[in-house]
């Protein structure tokens, strides 16, 4: 039911006194009671819309950052130039694509949560761009900044256990406002995810390469 319907069937509601007849609500007071309880409800959708929206940029931005490594693999892969041409077209119709959709969500910050925002995304630019490098220290970084952004979740024993945290991306982090906090949570995790299946598929590679010469003897 909708805020408004819901509205309508409350102004039709009535209340028993103590001789069990009805009595109907005076308008004021059913209209001021109805009002607020649909300005709750209304705040509620809202909070509910604002989360959907984040988690679209947030998926996004995600896929971005994977059409930027897509880009950078036939190169690695030494794909012969046909195949080179081909992904790159696939590639970039794909980001063209991405591209028509525009999904803006405005979180309200303050200079100093603007200034730290702007440091964790560099840091998580310079990761992704060490991870597409094989930076040797990445897969530490990575796991660093995941420690640093589940502090909430977990006890200083499991973090230890887990990952050193990064002091310093863990202090930058904490300064921005707590949907950017979220965020940048839900990216790691999904540069993690891609960074692992990138992972798996070279090994596949690595093993299928590794068996053919035994099955042709």
């Known amino acids: 039911m909708s805020p408004v319907n819901a509205m309508d069937q409350k102004q039709e509601e009535v209340v028993s006194n103590g001789d069990d007849d009805e009595q109907v609500v ?25 989360r959907k929206a984040l ?30 041409e081909d992904m790159a077209a696939h590639v970039d119709r794909l980001s063209r694509r991405l591209g028509g959709v525009d999904v803006s969500v405005l979180v309200k910050r303050d200079p100093s949560q603007e200034e730290a925002l702007t440091v964790v995304e560099r840091k998580l630019d310079e990761l992704v761009l060490g991870i597409q490098q094989r930076h040797p220290d990445a897969p530490a970084t990575l796991r660093g900044f995941l420690a640093a ?19 310093k991306f863990e202090g930058f982090l904490l300064s921005c406002a707590s949907e950017d906090q979220k965020r940048v949570k839900e990216k790691l995790e999904r540069i993690q995810t891609c960074t692992k299946a990138v992972e798996d598929a070279e090994c596949d590679r690595e093993e299928a390469s590794t068996d053919s010469p035994a099955d042709q003897n």
């Open 26 to 50: 005076g308008p004021a007071e059913c209209s001021l009671q109805n009002v607020v309880e649909l300005l709750d409800e209304v705040e509620r959708q809202v909070e509910c819309h604002r």
């Open 55 to 84: 988690s679209l940029k947030t998926e996004q931005e995600q896929l971005e950052r994977t059409l930027k490594t897509l880009a950078a693999l036939p190169e690695e892969m030494g794909l012969g130039d046909a195949d080179r």
């Open 149 to 167: 952004a589940s502090v909430d979740r977990e006890s200083e024993r499991e973090r230890a256990v887990k990952a050193a945290v990064d002091p």
